[in-house]
């Protein structure tokens, strides 16, 4: 009943000062969406530097233009809520950069004594992104990468496992979501076909 806004609406609590805790695009998202919400403050809380965002760099600028403050080479260490379990302040503790990780960016270093508190009513989490196991750990015979993701055929989506198909964010990893519907159409046709040879 969409159509029927705003009767329908789902209501949304607003804070005034947002905390987005993250550096990829969902961060960027957030932290926009949260002052089109009304938000006085939207803040990016990031551990590395804007260089070693993985946001796409368009993301990062529209996010400034919109009005987005950033915190860099920072982090939280604890959320504190008052007695009904609302969100009053968030402490964080800041970083430098040291050696490059195996990702290729440095790695962050904490600042000892740097801890500050960050007057905030909402903190988004926006870290972390990886697929779901679900799938691979209860079906037998399908064949995973070391970071979970399904081995699928780009493209026809089929994997190790007879008859069945896989394509997005499963299969590539995060990425857009017309990547992932591009894969559904791919994998749609391919098990098309598969049904269709299989009935005949």
Not at 72 to 95: A, D, H, K
Not at 158 to 175: E, M, N, R
Not at 186 to 192: K, M, R, S
Request: overall charge negative.
């Amino acid at each position: 009943k969409a159509y029927l806004f705003p009767e329908y609406d789902t209501p949304i609590r607003i804070g005034r000062k947002v905390a987005v805790v993250g550096g990829g695009n969902v961060a960027m998202d957030s932290a926009r969406t949260a002052l089109r919400l009304g938000a006085e403050e939207s803040w990016i809380v990031y551990r590395r530097s804007k260089e070693e965002m993985p946001a796409r760099i368009e993301e990062v600028e529209h996010a400034e233009e919109e009005g987005v403050k950033f915190a860099f080479l920072t982090s939280p260490t604890q959320i504190f809520g008052n007695e009904q379990g609302w969100v009053e302040r968030m402490e964080c503790l800041r970083y430098e950069l040291g050696e490059p990780d195996e990702s290729g960016r440095r790695r962050p270093m904490p600042i000892s004594g740097s801890e500050y508190i960050m007057e905030v009513d909402t903190v988004v989490m926006a870290i972390g992104q990886g697929p779901n196991p679900l799938v691979p750990r209860t079906t037998t015979g399908l064949a995973i990468t070391k970071k979970g993701n399904i081995v699928a055929d780009l493209k026809t989506g089929a994997t190790s496992k007879s008859g069945v198909y896989a394509g997005g964010d499963i299969v590539t990893g995060a990425a857009t979501v017309i990547l992932a519907m591009g894969a559904g159409r791919v994998a749609a046709n391919a098990i098309h076909q598969y049904l269709t040879a299989k009935n005949t």
